[in-house]
């Protein structure tokens, strides 16, 4: 393994991770699908080679000019240094420690950076999933946590179906979606929302799934992180790049007693994935990085409203009260995967 790895997600949106050897290993499991093993920077659209986010895990000492975010949960501890570059490029040093340190400095800073960069190329970068119809056009998922778009995806691989991505995937204005590649996250209640895709794994990924069941059990409930598995071991073929967008499904979870399906404007999409994106970028804020979110903000909305408004959107209501297993059921039933 080299000392800088290089992984191209979606439309040649490049993203280095350097220094620590523990944080390139997990880093190469995550996007090894996208590695670029040649060690070249993706092409740019203006025709110049662009790394978007060049990571470097390592000390990260006070008095350096930038950003600095700080945080932890639990035991994990992290500070990240921020200093914008010329072009789309962010430079980023990372001090992360404690179990979990990695996944929640990824998945609160460096994805969400990431869709900053590519806000710079006029690209959204989309809390959700991309599933592809009978007619290979995608159906785009939007929904917050628990909403079911991994376990739909994970039954969608096992019975055949296209998928460019489970948790985020880019948007341009032309509503074509490109994937964003890294390994899924999936809970223990698998085995009832995807029982196929449940068979697929290996014994070391289900055995890994019981064990994590049985410590949500132990501990009340509060601690149960998920277990992440390659797409390919659920016997996924590597899908196209990116595909036309043909339908927005926004989902929801509510009080009522039945699922119901409504029709969406297109200003209503679009304010509702503008939100998910905000809260996508939470960790972001307050630490003087305000001022050029808020600018970015205007490019996702852009971006937006000239993809959104070409499409059919819908909302899928999805009682609270119900199980995992049948909401999973009924969402696959909307994309005719029954």
């Known amino acids: 393994m ?3 790895e290089l992984y191209v997600q979606g439309p040649g949106v490049g993203m280095a991770i350097s220094g620590s050897a523990v944080a390139r290993l997990y880093f190469r499991r995550e996007y090894g699908e996208v590695a670029a093993d040649g060690g070249a920077a993706p092409p740019h659209p ?3 080679s662009q790394i978007a986010l060049e990571t470097r895990f390592a000390s990260v000492a006070d008095g350096q000019a930038g950003t600095v975010l700080a945080g932890s949960h639990k035991l994990a501890r992290w500070r990240v240094h921020v200093e914008p570059r010329t072009g789309a490029a962010l430079l980023v040093r990372a001090q992360v420690q404690g179990p979990f340190g ?3 400095v990824q998945s609160l800073i460096l994805e969400p950076l ?6 710079r190329q006029a690209l959204a970068l ?3 999933a991309l599933l592809l119809d009978a007619e290979r056009r995608g159906v785009l998922l939007v929904g917050g946590s628990g909403a079911g778009k991994t376990s739909l995806a994970a039954r969608a691989i096992a019975a055949g179906r296209g998928v460019l991505a489970d948790d985020r995937v880019f948007l341009d204005r032309h509503a074509t979606a490109s994937r964003f590649a890294r390994r899924m996250r999936l809970y223990a209640d698998i085995r009832e929302t995807a029982p196929a895709a449940w068979e697929a794994l290996s014994p070391g ?3 890994r799934l019981r064990a994590v069941s049985a410590l949500r059990g132990a501990s009340g409930g509060r601690f149960a992180p998920p277990v992440a598995v390659p797409r390919a071991e659920l ?3 590597p899908p196209p790049l990116s595909a036309p967008v043909g339908r927005i499904l926004l989902l929801r979870r509510t009080e009522r007693d039945d699922a119901r399906l409504t029709d969406v404007s297109a200003a209503a999409a679009v304010e509702e994935i503008e939100a998910r994106i905000r809260d996508d970028r939470a960790a972001l804020h307050g630490c003087g990085l305000d001022d050029a979110l808020r600018t970015l903000t205007h490019g996702d909305q852009a971006v937006l409203e000239a993809a959104v408004g070409t499409l059919e959107v819908q909302r899928l209501d999805i009682p609270l009260a119900w199980p995992a ?10 994309l005719g995967m029954t």
């Open 205 to 207: 990924a289900q055995a």
């Open 126 to 128: 989309v809390p959700g």
């Open 235 to 237: 016997g996924a073929p």
């Open 102 to 104: 990695l996944p929640l």
């Open 325 to 334: 297993a049948r909401s999973v059921q009924r969402l696959a039933a909307e």
């Open 2 to 4: 080299r000392r800088r």
């Open 46 to 48: 203006d025709g110049h």
């Open 114 to 119: 990431l869709g900053v960069a590519a806000a």
